[in-house]
């Protein structure tokens, strides 16, 4: 392994939440969503570089938010028109070779945790990349799109539900850029693992702290539900 970066993801408008900031500026223990992200990452101690991929109308406030959190080798960079696009935009602002691992954080999480980043870390270098999962907690049916009626039930044990960060290694970036990406934006991958197709992607389990705010209130749960997480000493 060379160096690890961060590409952070904050290119929300706040429109599905209603509020008149986006929500990657939300306050949870009286810190956005956004400085809670780059704190934690900047607590690992092993990052290069921490990638900010902000909506271009938002970066003075972005740079604002994060004026004394960010160090020279830092950057805040625009975003594109879908999480995919704004993802490669933080990729392709740096140089990297093929042993480099990125992690790619939705901020809307400000709940992960530091051994979850060691172990992240540990099964790229297996899988070239990997993801926070965590397991169903629930019966789940598969539904026909349109429909009212179940079409079959689910294992519940071999379902879990997608969480960030994820991680990928450089030599897989430059394997998936090569197969190139849909020229409509709706079939864009939204994470890591839908990008990475069929390739076998590693897994590390979190649990249920690890919550995202999307909807009204959710400020609320996450903030309940807060984990002042410490480095891990190795």
């Known amino acids: ?23 990657q500026f939300l306050k949870v223990r ?10 934690r990452f900047r607590r690992f101690g ?41 993802t490669l935009a933080g990729i392709g602002s740096f140089n990297y070779d093929e042993k480099d691992i990125f992690f790619i954080h939705d901020v809307a ?6 051994n979850e980043l060691y172990q992240l870390v540990e099964q790229t270098k297996i899988f070239g990349g990997a993801s926070l999962v965590a397991k169903s907690t629930e019966s789940l049916v598969r539904v ?5 009626y179940t079409e079959e039930p689910l294992k519940r044990e071999e379902v879990y539900s997608v969480k960030t960060p994820q991680t990928i290694a450089g030599f897989m970036i430059r394997e998936l850029l090569e197969e190139g990406l849909d020229p409509d934006i709706k079939k864009h991958p939204t994470d890591l693992c839908t990008w990475m197709g069929r390739r ?35």
């Open 144 to 148: 026909r799109m349109h429909v009212n």
């Open 1 to 23: 392994m060379n160096n690890l970066y961060v590409v952070l993801l904050a290119g929300g408008t706040g429109t599905r939440m209603g509020t008149l900031v986006p929500k």
């Open 30 to 39: 009286g810190e956005s969503l956004l400085r809670h992200s780059v704190k």
């Open 200 to 234: 076998r992607v590693g897994i590390v389990e979190t649990d249920y702290h690890n919550i995202k705010v999307t909807s009204p209130g959710d400020t609320e749960l996450a903030d309940s539900l807060f984990w002042e997480d410490l480095p891990t000493v190795e």
């Open 46 to 86: 092993l990052i290069k570089s921490i990638i900010v991929v902000s909506h271009p109308d938002w970066i003075f406030e972005t740079e604002k938010d994060l004026s004394d959190l960010l160090e020279w080798n830092d950057r805040i960079v625009p975003g594109g028109e879908s999480r995919h696009l704004s």
């Open 109 to 114: 999480r400000p709940n992960f945790k530091q």
